[in-house]
């Protein structure tokens, strides 16, 4: 990898192609600049919006302006109301309110697209059905998608897959492009931008037990950070109780469980048989919240009370053959999920329990932004998951989709100001930056001895899962913060990539992303650690009752340090 | 020590830097009932041999971007359950970048290309 590298210039560099990068780069098209999107997978095959199985959230009364089954009492305050609920009041609220009262617009540019809404779910938080989706359960995601990306295909916009992007340029203080590595040749390119959007998702595979894709690595918040943009709410990591675990080929799944779980009169059972939930949450049982769903599972599975493999039991083989045959014609017919066979894979709810435990959903954290979509660094801008403020401490079903499409179009917009406010500035390259992504390069492909970054990878995730989890205490936390900087200075340094050929060098891949990860999680575990009492997702069992001023906590680098400070919340005016 | 049930298999792989055209690399993994063949290529990439390449996004059966053959038939890797003796290859041999990695053939190899594709009018983008 020696050499001069290669320059391509553009006006604006989208990182993340899915739902929000997608939205931002039509956005910054038809505000008249060159786009260029990378995306380190592909288009419509990667990314955590395609597996959004659920919907798009929308206040009651625009689904019926824009032809769905609405309701006309509702209106984009009470659902900015509701989302300050679920977020427990810590919500960014100029950004709750911007998502609330944009999400109309923002359907109805999906429309406009070929997005064929077909109807609207009612879900827990909403007072309203809210849930805006697409035919069948899981199509919603990869409907938008397609509406989106064939929009962008119809566009002068360069599209780079299997791009990368390893470490933020900046001239002068301006964020001004970006050092990626091509996978397909293995060669760093330089993209020069006037101005950089990060869309890259959230951090669910941090996690060991996750509904997310393999590439929601946080690499977004990790850049950011480095090059000196403030996090913010990094302690609010969502989980999903309904998550198999076992067996192992249908590790991550949610659609299939969800229904079992929720549908039916299921029974949530430890290793003794003993329905547990009777201590959490005697009167809604298996049917309570999701958060309480999921801290009185890893309560039982961290005690030792779980599964074989982790997790703890689901059963329905107490209800007659007859029912549960009536019910899986209903909704499984066959017992098939898309293009998995239950059977197949072991599965026989009439007489095995599912393995079940908590898995990473969402990330409320994320780089803080300003309602332009703007971070704090200059020439950087945000949106979706990637960005921290709209949900506050949880988030609401379906608000995840439409803070896609609201700020991805946000930023978009105010991004491509910004670049062509900058139209007529050259950009100088800090060769220095690109010497040193190369030597990081250089020293993990030595051929010594050294650690696997698929194995550290591994430990990462528990570590995240089992202490930074579902369930926190001062000593996990301490202990996990502990390992985490032990591992940035004697891990990071010892990686060493067995593959020989540049060409897709996935392990590569594996390696950068690692320590995205490692930095991403000691973000999460420093607010976890600072925030004692339990609020939203952030649940500890030490938790300390606070009366003082809530506060939002924000880490940002100092040299080689990650330094937290707060921020009062705003008060909640309409 | 305890004689655990393994499960072996092969992959056809595929470097442009090495000589020969390719290889079937063969793997021996243990057996989990309900097992893919995602899990199986998981196990002998983080276990084995950290060079072997193929794709892998949801996991779940939506993006397909690990369609692959086993046996000769086109499947899923993540919703397909593993066999043993089972022989996996790339979906087509003609345009395959390594291992199991397969992209279309308009899609650019090196950066050049990238550039050289950008510089010309009409460009014919992937």
Request: proline share 3%; with cysteine.
């Amino acid at each position: 990898m020696q050499g001069n590298t290669k320059i391509l210039s553009t006006d604006v560099l989208v990182i993340g192609s899915e739902g929000a990068g997608a939205r931002a780069a039509l956005e910054a098209t038809e505000c008249g600049c060159h786009v260029t999107l990378i995306t380190k997978a592909r288009l419509g095959k990667s990314g955590a919006t395609q597996c959004a199985p659920g919907d798009f959230a929308l206040n009651s009364n625009s689904a019926l302006k824009l032809g769905m089954d609405g309701d006309e009492r509702d209106s984009w305050e009470l659902h900015f109301e509701d989302t300050l609920e679920g977020g427990k009041r810590l919500n960014d609220v100029a950004m709750a309110r911007i998502m609330t009262e944009g999400a109309e617009d923002a359907m109805a540019y999906l429309m406009e697209l070929g997005v064929p809404w077909s109807r609207l779910g009612f879900y827990p938080g909403h007072r309203y059905p809210r849930g805006a989706m697409v035919g069948t359960v899981g199509k919603t995601g990869t409907s938008l998608l397609q509406g989106l990306h064939k929009a962008v295909k119809r566009r002068k916009i360069t599209v780079l897959e299997d791009t990368f992007a390893i470490e933020l340029l900046t001239d002068k203080g301006i964020v001004s492009g970006c050092i990626v590595l091509y996978v397909p040749s293995g060669e760093l390119l330089i993209i020069q931008a006037k101005v950089v959007i990060l869309a890259t998702g959230g951090g669910s595979r941090i996690y060991w037990l996750t509904s997310g894709p393999e590439e929601v690595t946080g690499d977004g918040m990790a850049m950011a950070f480095r090059a000196g943009a403030e996090l913010i709410d990094m302690e609010f990591v969502q989980f999903s109780p309904y998550t198999m675990i076992w067996p192992q080929g249908l590790r991550g799944h949610q659609s299939f469980v969800y229904e079992y779980f929720c549908v039916l009169n299921s029974w949530l059972m430890n290793c003794y048989g003993d329905r547990f939930m009777s201590k959490w949450d005697s009167e809604r049982m298996e049917h309570s919240t999701r958060d309480t769903l999921s801290i009185a599972m890893m309560s039982e599975i961290l005690a030792g009370n779980g599964s074989e493999h982790d997790g703890v039991y689901l059963s329905v083989t107490h209800l007659p053959k007859n029912l549960l045959e009536h019910f899986a014609e209903d909704y499984f017919p066959g017992l098939q999920v898309g293009s998995f066979h239950l059977r197949e894979f072991g599965v026989d709810p009439q007489h095995v329990a599912f393995e079940v435990a908590p898995g990473a959903h969402f990330f409320m954290g994320g780089v803080r932004v300003d309602t332009n979509c703007a971070t704090t660094l200059p020439g950087l801008y945000a949106c979706g998951e990637v960005s921290g403020g709209a949900h506050g401490a949880n988030r609401l079903s379906g608000n995840a989709l439409t803070e896609t499409q609201v700020f991805g179009a946000i930023a978009g917009c105010k991004a491509a100001e910004f670049a062509l406010n900058r139209a007529n500035t050259t950009i100088e390259i800090d060769q220095n930056q690109v010497d040193s992504v190369r030597e990081r390069i250089r020293l993990m492909s030595g051929s010594d001895e050294g650690l696997c970054p698929f194995v550290l990878r591994e430990q990462l995730q528990q570590l995240a899962w089992r202490q930074v989890g579902v369930i926190r205490d001062q000593k996990g936390l301490e202990n996990a913060l502990s390992t985490l900087k032990d591992w940035e200075t004697s891990a990071l340094p010892r990686i060493r990539i067995k593959t020989k050929t540049n060409v897709f060098n996935v392990e590569l891949v594996k390696a950068l992303e690692f320590e995205n990860m490692l930095q991403v999680l000691k973000a999460i575990t420093i607010s976890a650690l600072s925030r004692s009492e339990s609020c939203g997702a952030h649940y500890r069992t030490d938790s300390i009752p606070d009366s003082s001023v809530p506060v939002r906590y924000v880490i940002q680098r100092n040299e080689q340090r990650m330094e937290l400070s707060s921020v009062t919340v705003e008060a909640d005016i309409v | 020590m305890n004689k655990q049930k393994t499960l072996a298999f092969q992959v056809r792989r595929y470097s442009p830097c090495s000589p020969e055209e390719f290889t079937f690399a063969k793997f021996e993994v243990p057996y989990q009932v309900g097992m893919s063949v995602m899990d199986a290529l998981r196990y002998a990439q983080e276990n084995l041999d950290s060079s072997l390449a193929f794709d892998c996004s949801c996991r779940i059966g939506i993006c397909k971007a690990c369609a692959l053959r086993m046996d000769g038939e086109v499947v899923m890797a993540c919703s397909t359950v593993a066999r043993d003796g089972m022989r996996l290859e790339p979906i087509n041999t003609t345009n395959v970048c390594r291992d199991l990695i397969v992209r279309a053939r308009t899609h650019h190899a090196t950066v050049s290309e990238i550039l050289s594709s950008l510089s010309t009018p009409s460009e014919g983008r992937n």
